[in-house]
């Protein structure tokens, strides 16, 4: 098996699943190719077309491809839709229902029509064993052969996975440990056990994680199987597998541990991002705190952040309602993409979303049927889309339909024509992603004002200087493979592995015998999973928290483990994270242990080709509110209460005459000054009135808004 | 006066929620009680200069009705920007003493007041940040501030006037060492304050900077356009209910002094697009702790008001515009002081809730489940050594819907708050748990079945003192258009049964045995669709025989 660190002049493809595209970056001696083709029902066929389009179009066989990896959809598919395997459950006698109580709570508080989602496994599934594990260990030692018994029963309900989950695993997993091996023997199906998928406390959270992990195991073996298949049949390697914790593994691991796989997509895009801000020599990371991702797509958008050049993580994960406690990136995700559906509501005001016109009919826009104006009709009577554009690939663009149904909807909400209803949806749209980057930052303890935006997805970079202007951010990098950044994120992520435990001990002040033992074997643990032990680092931490308290914080760990040091890094990040620290006894509840073998990312130099002034069109540029009065006839910079003068340069909305630009024409150090259009195969970037920028080494954008208010000349200034 | 573009008003609006929301994070992130950070006991809020409600970060249905009466008792005592007041007492602004809240006024400046370039007028109050927690102990008899056999409130632990602990931008330390000196684990409660404190100046500035965007002309106008559209769709929701006076009762069991049921009675009143209710015929206060301030039963109207129009109106002063509430004083739900109150938030607040879901079901029999289980189950084990206290609430049956079968073992009513792991508590106490599942043909029976109640039993492994206060043992959940009733809840302490409200001493080994009552059924049982009576007796949850005598 090769190992995941791969020499500068391999040859990598990365093919990222979407629900309507199979996005393919491919990189070769510097340069970077992309693709897209129409995701298939079995996603492993369009994986291969994707594949070969973009080989073709590189001009290598892919015979020649050195390194193949991959982000699925399968598993979250599965999940999302309730199509998973059928999963029995064999848990502690007492308590076969945890899985379906949960924590008790309900899902809305006013909604009185609100459903549960539904448990993985239902309760006919839901068997026990009579056995008793307790944070003292062992109390009731199981009997072998009263689960070979039990496996007939299971065996009779015909399940085509199984999870054991017993209370205290994670402490003292002797009891399930016998469950689950005199399973294994007994039955013909996959067993999962709950510590070895998750060694953590709190049983929920654990056995649904671990019922994740057996109700998508068939599915992806099946898939990854076939994937292997296709991929030898065409000369290419055995794909690397990505995983939501940000990393890639290889395909046998996935295998046996699926549940790493889930949202996987998503973690691509953001290890794009972080490798495209990092991967300029014109990078200016040091003026940030760090980077906020925000990517753009049909029906949502998701952001995330990025700090140290990491990916942030989370262990706190839910997905439609199902707790996922494996180490993930940290995205969330917000109602508004480019087909998000825009309506008047009972009260008489214009929003944006949650429903999308999706890919079929999709906006109007796409002439396809779709009557219901969406944020990407907007951006057409915007001037942002031009009318030779092309959509989401093949499609031409209808512009005469879009100004109808945005027509339609200014007479409903009382606006003046389809630019007034076109504005109001882009600034509609603005301010709700406006909230959510604000809500993930503040909620992680940071100040967005610090930060810059990366823009991706097909209509990110339409919205992302607008949107950071909105947050009083002042940098925006678009990276170059702009609508395909997931597939591109693949080339360059780490392959990645976790281990944890829960101890919960109270950290004293020097060497701990005990911990030490732990870490051992965590260690052990993540890299028996990497394809190269000897080429792995592994970095220790631990989840801190003080005495009584519920929540918990990681910290680095020092190898050999040192209490003091800890303690000290767990009270720096308490200062830092909540903006004080205590005294009190401090305890490490689970510790952690990351292997880790590091990729750099693919050396890209951008190389520009063609013309790069493709057009001139009138385009418009709204304001940060809606156009109408206060209803009292005058306008804000003749309010009299506001002596502040600063209203005088609030910017309405400015419509100019706008130069189109082909993106890929745009030689690297090429400045620009706003307003411009950036078009290139599956994105467009959009650089309004007083925002200029510069193309990086990297073919990525670096857009930076001027200071406002200055006199001509002496502001901004740069060549135009 | 609030002609504000369409645009324009969904823009603001969300500013205006992400100034609450803002707030709630930076409370939920500094704050160093689990209870607050965990379990979000704790809201926050942004009020006008007059007092309105503009827009509200909720995480708890309580704290709904009880935030507009702290401004209202601040803005009586001259605040000027740069005060911060604070305030528990449940006769002026609060609810029960462990809910702590702290008002701001504000400027347009921010909090502080000073620096004002231009001097005069934009030093006036613009609007008010509040922001309440539920502090895990302030004082009394015992720790948790919730004793089960007060009498009176001066044994449930420290009560604050609405002061001022920052006066003209300077924290008062004196009022603050007062507090603290009042209170058990003072380092945590410090902590906990200086959360609020930090919450309510993260309003000031993110006014500060909103008004500075866009000019307090617009900003003042978009306070006015965001009451009236919240007003404008509750008040549309209300006027489709058919116009009519609207009565019900029901009893809470015992006071925890006797075992007599207490009356509550409630009439909603629905004229066009206004609802008042009147809760006239309301037993008289009691000697025990279940007596509820007036903001409480606000809260439970508003409540419900929200859970039967659409949940996503932005809740603020709108919603509750055109809801009247009257209640008689010296009653249950409006006690004169000295009346001890701690447990009228946690058993008062479900049954206010589900008289006023019954009158209503007579208005609109489709928006209204059966009832649910209408108790949250207090369950709290100390350690008779006192070194431990345990302190759990048990979810249970949500009544069957006119469109679907009630939620099995959920939080009902004004709570919705976590359970604590099996494996946490175990860890913590020493106390084991032997069962923890949904309770088997607990749910009411009907063409839509009640959710499921819950058991847990836990046996305790030292001598300990258990307190249960419970609702829901005598009387049933009741069912809707032809469904039965859920079963009532049973406490049982080694076997023997034991009433709804009881405090005992155990040995080590004794059993407590909770098990909550199910949700009531909707509709005729023989309507109910055959496959959904075959997946319930396969999953074992009901098997829906009709001699049932049990």
Same mark, same amino acid.
């Given at each position: 098996?090769?190992?995941?660190?791969?020499?500068?002049?391999?040859?990598?493809?990365?093919?990222?699943?979407?629900?309507?595209?199979?996005?393919?970056?491919?990189?070769?001696?510097?340069?970077?190719?992309?693709?897209?083709?129409?995701?298939?029902?079995?996603?492993?066929?369009?994986?291969?077309?994707?594949?070969?389009?973009?080989?073709?179009?590189?001009?290598?066989?892919?015979?020649?491809?050195?390194?193949?990896?991959?982000?699925?959809?399968?598993?979250?598919?599965?999940?999302?839709?309730?199509?998973?395997?059928?999963?029995?459950?064999?848990?502690?006698?007492?308590?076969?229902?945890?899985?379906?109580?949960?924590?008790?709570?309900?899902?809305?508080?006013?909604?009185?029509?609100?459903?549960?989602?539904?448990?993985?496994?239902?309760?006919?599934?839901?068997?026990?064993?009579?056995?008793?594990?307790?944070?003292?260990?062992?109390?009731?030692?199981?009997?072998?052969?009263?689960?070979?018994?039990?496996?007939?029963?299971?065996?009779?309900?015909?399940?085509?996975?199984?999870?054991?989950?017993?209370?205290?695993?994670?402490?003292?997993?002797?009891?399930?440990?016998?469950?689950?091996?005199?399973?294994?023997?007994?039955?013909?199906?996959?067993?999962?056990?709950?510590?070895?998928?998750?060694?953590?406390?709190?049983?929920?959270?654990?056995?649904?994680?671990?019922?994740?992990?057996?109700?998508?195991?068939?599915?992806?073996?099946?898939?990854?199987?076939?994937?292997?298949?296709?991929?030898?049949?065409?000369?290419?390697?055995?794909?690397?597998?990505?995983?939501?914790?940000?990393?890639?593994?290889?395909?046998?691991?996935?295998?046996?541990?699926?549940?790493?796989?889930?949202?996987?997509?998503?973690?691509?895009?953001?290890?794009?991002?972080?490798?495209?801000?990092?991967?300029?020599?014109?990078?200016?990371?040091?003026?940030?705190?760090?980077?906020?991702?925000?990517?753009?797509?049909?029906?949502?958008?998701?952001?995330?952040?990025?700090?140290?050049?990491?990916?942030?993580?989370?262990?706190?994960?839910?997905?439609?309602?199902?707790?996922?406690?494996?180490?993930?990136?940290?995205?969330?995700?917000?109602?508004?993409?480019?087909?998000?559906?825009?309506?008047?509501?009972?009260?008489?005001?214009?929003?944006?979303?949650?429903?999308?016109?999706?890919?079929?009919?999709?906006?109007?826009?796409?002439?396809?049927?779709?009557?219901?104006?969406?944020?990407?009709?907007?951006?057409?009577?915007?001037?942002?889309?031009?009318?030779?554009?092309?959509?989401?690939?093949?499609?031409?663009?209808?512009?005469?339909?879009?100004?109808?149904?945005?027509?339609?909807?200014?007479?409903?909400?009382?606006?003046?024509?389809?630019?007034?209803?076109?504005?109001?949806?882009?600034?509609?749209?603005?301010?709700?992603?406006?909230?959510?980057?604000?809500?993930?930052?503040?909620?992680?303890?940071?100040?967005?004002?610090?930060?810059?935006?990366?823009?991706?997805?097909?209509?990110?970079?339409?919205?992302?200087?607008?949107?950071?202007?909105?947050?009083?951010?002042?940098?925006?990098?678009?990276?170059?493979?702009?609508?395909?950044?997931?597939?591109?994120?693949?080339?360059?992520?780490?392959?990645?592995?976790?281990?944890?435990?829960?101890?919960?001990?109270?950290?004293?002040?020097?060497?701990?015998?005990?911990?030490?033992?732990?870490?051992?074997?965590?260690?052990?643990?993540?890299?028996?999973?990497?394809?190269?032990?000897?080429?792995?680092?592994?970095?220790?931490?631990?989840?801190?928290?003080?005495?009584?308290?519920?929540?918990?914080? *990681?910290?680095? /760990?020092?190898? +050999?483990?040192? @209490? #003091?040091? $800890? =303690? &000290?890094?767990?009270?720096?990040?308490? %200062?830092?994270?909540?903006?004080?620290?205590?005294?009190?006894?401090?305890?490490?509840?689970?510790?952690?242990?990351?292997?880790?073998?590091?990729?750099?990312?693919?050396?890209?130099?951008?190389?520009?080709?063609?013309?790069?002034?493709?057009?001139?069109?009138?385009?418009?540029?709204?304001?940060?509110?809606?156009?109408?009065?206060?209803?009292?006839?005058?306008?804000?910079?003749?309010?009299?209460?506001?002596?502040?003068?600063?209203?005088?340069?609030?910017?309405?909305?400015?419509?100019?005459?706008?130069?189109?630009?082909?993106?890929?024409?745009?030689?690297?150090?090429?400045?620009?000054?706003?307003?411009?259009?950036?078009?290139?195969?599956? *994105?467009?970037? /959009?650089?309004? +009135?007083?925002? @200029? #920028?510069? $193309? =990086? &080494?990297?073919?990525?954008?670096?857009? %930076?808004?001027?200071?406002?208010?200055?006199?001509?000349?002496?502001?901004?200034?740069?060549?135009? | 006066?609030?002609?504000?573009?369409?645009?324009?008003?969904?823009?603001?609006?969300?500013?205006?929620?992400?100034?609450?929301?803002?707030?709630?994070?930076?409370?939920?992130?500094?704050?160093?009680?689990?209870?607050?950070?965990?379990?979000?006991?704790?809201?926050?809020?942004?009020?006008?200069?007059?007092?309105?409600?503009?827009?509200?970060?909720?995480?708890?249905?309580?704290?709904?009705?009880?935030?507009?009466?702290?401004?209202?008792?601040?803005?009586?005592?001259?605040?000027?920007?740069?005060?911060?007041?604070?305030?528990?007492?449940?006769?002026?602004?609060?609810?029960?003493?462990?809910?702590?809240?702290?008002?701001?006024?504000?400027?347009?400046?921010?909090?502080?007041?000073?620096?004002?370039?231009?001097?005069?007028?934009?030093?006036?109050?613009?609007?008010?940040?509040?922001?309440?927690?539920?502090?895990?102990?302030?004082?009394?008899?015992?720790?948790?501030?919730?004793?089960?056999?007060?009498?009176?409130?001066?044994?449930?632990?420290?009560?604050?006037?609405?002061?001022?602990?920052?006066?003209?931008?300077?924290?008062?330390?004196?009022?603050?060492?007062?507090?603290?000196?009042?209170?058990?684990?003072?380092?945590?409660?410090?902590?906990?304050?200086?959360?609020?404190?930090?919450?309510?100046?993260?309003?000031?500035?993110?006014?500060?900077?909103?008004?500075?965007?866009?000019?307090?002309?617009?900003?003042?106008?978009?306070?006015?356009?965001?009451?009236?559209?919240?007003?404008?769709?509750?008040?549309?929701?209300?006027?489709?209910?058919?116009?009519?006076?609207?009565?019900?009762?029901?009893?809470?069991?015992?006071?925890?002094?006797?075992?007599?049921?207490?009356?509550?009675?409630?009439?909603?009143?629905?004229?066009?697009?206004?609802?008042?209710?009147?809760?006239?015929?309301?037993?008289?206060?009691?000697?025990?702790?279940?007596?509820?301030?007036?903001?409480?039963?606000?809260?439970?109207?508003?409540?419900?008001?929200?859970?039967?129009?659409?949940?996503?109106?932005?809740?603020?002063?709108?919603?509750?515009?055109?809801?009247?509430?009257?209640?008689?004083?010296?009653?249950?739900?409006?006690?004169?002081?000295?009346?001890?109150?701690?447990?009228?938030?946690?058993?008062?607040?479900?049954?206010?809730?589900?008289?006023?879901?019954?009158?209503?079901?007579?208005?609109?029999?489709?928006?209204?489940?059966?009832?649910?289980?209408?108790?949250?189950?207090?369950?709290?084990?100390?350690?008779?050594?006192?070194?431990?206290?345990?302190?759990?609430?048990?979810?249970?049956?949500?009544?069957?819907?006119?469109?679907?079968?009630?939620?099995?073992?959920?939080?009902?009513?004004?709570?919705?708050?976590?359970?604590?792991?099996?494996?946490?508590?175990?860890?913590?106490?020493?106390?084991?748990?032997?069962?923890?599942?949904?309770?088997?043909?607990?749910?009411?029976?009907?063409?839509?079945?009640?959710?499921?109640?819950?058991?847990?039993?836990?046996?305790?492994?030292?001598?300990?003192?258990?307190?249960?206060?419970?609702?829901?043992?005598?009387?049933?959940?009741?069912?809707?258009?032809?469904?039965?009733?859920?079963?009532?809840?049973?406490?049982?302490?080694?076997?023997?049964?034991?009433?709804?409200?009881?405090?005992?001493?155990?040995?080590?080994?004794?059993?407590?045995?909770?098990?909550?009552?199910?949700?009531?059924?909707?509709?005729?049982?023989?309507?109910?669709?055959?496959?959904?009576?075959?997946?319930?007796?396969?999953?074992?949850?009901?098997?829906?025989?009709?001699?049932?005598?049990?």
């Amino acid at each position: 098996m090769t190992t995941a660190s791969s020499p500068d002049d391999a040859v990598r493809i990365g093919v990222d699943v979407g629900g309507t595209f199979t996005d393919v970056a491919l990189a070769v001696e510097g340069r970077l190719v992309t693709a897209k083709v129409p995701t298939t029902d079995d996603q492993s066929e369009g994986v291969l077309d994707g594949i070969r389009k973009a080989c073709r179009r590189a001009d290598v066989e892919p015979g020649a491809v050195d390194e193949f990896a991959h982000a699925t959809t399968v598993s979250v598919n599965a999940l999302l839709e309730r199509d998973g395997a059928r999963t029995a459950l064999v848990t502690t006698a007492g308590f076969r229902d945890v899985l379906e109580i949960g924590r008790q709570d309900r899902p809305a508080l006013y909604d009185l029509g609100a459903e549960k989602p539904a448990p993985l496994v239902p309760r006919r599934r839901r068997f026990e064993v009579d056995e008793r594990t307790t944070p003292d260990g062992v109390q009731r030692a199981v009997d072998p052969d009263a689960v070979r018994e039990l496996a007939g029963e299971i065996r009779a309900t015909e399940p085509e996975s199984v999870v054991v989950s017993l209370l205290h695993a994670y402490a003292e997993p002797e009891n399930e440990r016998i469950v689950a091996g005199t399973l294994r023997e007994s039955l013909d199906v996959p067993v999962s056990a709950s510590h070895e998928v998750l060694a953590e406390f709190r049983e929920y959270e654990r056995t649904a994680t671990a019922a994740v992990d057996a109700y998508v195991r068939p599915v992806i073996d099946r898939y990854v199987g076939r994937l292997i298949d296709r991929a030898a049949d065409a000369g290419l390697p055995s794909p690397w597998i990505m995983q939501a914790n940000g990393g890639i593994a290889d395909a046998e691991t996935v295998r046996t541990r699926p549940v790493t796989t889930v949202l996987s997509g998503p973690a691509a895009g953001v290890v794009g991002a972080g490798a495209t801000a990092a991967g300029s020599t014109a990078a200016p990371e040091a003026r940030f705190e760090g980077l906020v991702t925000f990517d753009m797509g049909g029906t949502s958008s998701d952001v995330s952040l990025v700090r140290e050049g990491r990916a942030e993580r989370t262990t706190e994960s839910e997905i439609d309602g199902v707790p996922v406690r494996t180490p993930m990136v940290d995205v969330t995700t917000v109602g508004a993409g480019g087909g998000s559906i825009a309506w008047v509501d009972a009260g008489g005001a214009l929003r944006v979303g949650p429903r999308s016109a999706g890919a079929d009919p999709g906006p109007a826009c796409y002439g396809a049927g779709g009557t219901d104006a969406t944020v990407t009709d907007a951006n057409v009577a915007l001037g942002y889309i031009g009318p030779e554009a092309a959509l989401g690939g093949e499609l031409e663009v209808d512009v005469a339909a879009a100004r109808e149904a945005l027509g339609e909807l200014a007479a409903e909400a009382g606006l003046e024509g389809a630019d007034a209803a076109a504005r109001g949806i882009y600034r509609v749209a603005n301010a709700t992603m406006a909230r959510a980057i604000r809500s993930v930052t503040v909620e992680r303890g940071h100040d967005p004002r610090r930060f810059a935006l990366v823009a991706f997805g097909g209509a990110g970079p339409m919205h992302a200087a607008a949107l950071a202007a909105s947050m009083d951010v002042d940098r925006v990098i678009v990276p170059r493979p702009a609508g395909v950044l997931s597939a591109f994120g693949l080339l360059a992520a780490d392959e990645t592995h976790d281990a944890a435990r829960t101890v919960r001990a109270r950290l004293g002040a020097g060497a701990e015998p005990g911990l030490e033992e732990t870490y051992a074997g965590l260690e052990e643990r993540a890299l028996a999973s990497a394809s190269d032990p000897d080429a792995a680092t592994v970095r220790r931490a631990a989840d801190c928290r003080y005495d009584g308290q519920s929540f918990e914080l *990681s910290v680095p /760990v020092p190898e +050999p483990f040192d @209490g #003091g040091t $800890v =303690r &000290d890094r767990f009270r720096e990040a308490h %200062e830092s994270a909540y903006g004080y620290a205590m005294d009190e006894p401090v305890e490490a509840v689970t510790l952690r242990a990351t292997a880790t073998i590091e990729r750099t990312p693919p050396p890209i130099r951008h190389a520009a080709a063609g013309d790069a002034l493709l057009d001139r069109r009138t385009v418009q540029f709204p304001g940060p509110i809606g156009d109408g009065d206060r209803g009292d006839g005058r306008s804000v910079a003749d309010d009299p209460d506001d002596g502040d003068g600063d209203s005088e340069g609030e910017p309405g909305t400015v419509s100019r005459e706008t130069p189109v630009f082909a993106r890929d024409a745009l030689p690297v150090g090429r400045r620009l000054e706003g307003p411009a259009v950036l078009e290139q195969a599956e *994105s467009t970037a /959009v650089v309004p +009135p007083g925002w @200029g #920028g510069v $193309v =990086r &080494d990297d073919g990525s954008l670096l857009l %930076e808004r001027r200071p406002a208010g200055g006199d001509s000349g002496a502001a901004g200034g740069g060549s135009r | 006066m609030s002609e504000i573009d369409p645009v324009t008003l969904e823009i603001l609006r969300n500013q205006l929620e992400s100034v609450a929301e803002e707030m709630g994070q930076t409370l939920i992130r500094s704050a160093y009680s689990p209870n607050i950070k965990e379990r979000r006991d704790c809201s926050t809020a942004l009020f006008d200069a007059d007092g309105r409600m503009i827009a509200q970060a909720e995480h708890i249905p309580v704290h709904l009705g009880a935030m507009p009466e702290a401004v209202e008792v601040v803005r009586e005592r001259d605040p000027a920007p740069g005060d911060v007041f604070v305030l528990n007492d449940p006769f002026a602004g609060g609810t029960h003493l462990p809910d702590v809240t702290m008002v701001s006024p504000l400027s347009r400046n921010g909090g502080s007041g000073e620096s004002d370039p231009e001097g005069g007028e934009s030093g006036a109050i613009v609007g008010y940040a509040v922001s309440r927690a539920h502090h895990a102990d302030v004082g009394g008899t015992t720790p948790g501030s919730m004793p089960a056999g007060a009498r009176e409130i001066y044994q449930e632990g420290l009560r604050i006037p609405p002061i001022r602990l920052v006066d003209g931008g300077r924290l008062r330390e004196d009022v603050l060492e007062l507090v603290l000196a009042n209170v058990r684990n003072p380092d945590e409660r410090r902590a906990d304050l200086r959360a609020q404190l930090a919450a309510n100046e993260r309003a000031g500035e993110r006014l500060s900077a909103l008004f500075a965007e866009h000019g307090s002309g617009r900003v003042l106008s978009a306070f006015d356009a965001v009451v009236d559209y919240s007003r404008k769709r509750v008040e549309r929701e209300i006027a489709e209910l058919p116009d009519g006076t609207y009565e019900a009762t029901d009893v809470l069991e015992g006071d925890g002094v006797t075992d007599e049921d207490v009356e509550i009675a409630a009439a909603v009143t629905v004229d066009g697009p206004s609802l008042s209710v009147d809760f006239a015929g309301t037993a008289p206060q009691v000697p025990g702790n279940l007596n509820a301030p007036r903001s409480v039963a606000k809260s439970a109207v508003y409540f419900v008001v929200r859970c039967v129009t659409d949940p996503e109106i932005p809740p603020n002063h709108g919603c509750y515009e055109p809801v009247s509430i009257r209640v008689p004083e010296g009653t249950l739900l409006n006690p004169r002081q000295p009346a001890a109150v701690v447990g009228g938030n946690v058993e008062t607040s479900q049954r206010v809730t589900d008289v006023v879901f019954a009158a209503l079901s007579r208005a609109a029999p489709d928006r209204v489940p059966a009832q649910s289980q209408g108790t949250m189950n207090n369950l709290i084990v100390g350690g008779r050594d006192g070194s431990f206290t345990y302190y759990e609430t048990i979810g249970g049956g949500f009544g069957a819907r006119a469109d679907g079968d009630g939620m099995d073992g959920v939080q009902v009513g004004m709570t919705n708050t976590l359970n604590t792991p099996v494996e946490a508590l175990e860890a913590a106490y020493p106390i084991r748990v032997d069962r923890y599942a949904l309770r088997e043909n607990s749910g009411g029976m009907g063409r839509h079945r009640g959710g499921l109640g819950l058991e847990r039993a836990i046996t305790v492994a030292t001598d300990a003192t258990v307190s249960l206060l419970t609702e829901r043992r005598r009387h049933a959940p009741r069912g809707v258009e032809g469904g039965s009733p859920g079963s009532t809840g049973r406490n049982v302490i080694d076997g023997e049964e034991v009433p709804s409200k009881v405090t005992r001493d155990v040995p080590a080994g004794t059993t407590i045995t909770v098990s909550t009552p199910g949700g009531g059924g909707h509709g005729d049982p023989e309507r109910r669709d055959t496959d959904a009576v075959a997946a319930d007796r396969l999953d074992g949850k009901h098997d829906w025989k009709t001699d049932r005598d049990d």
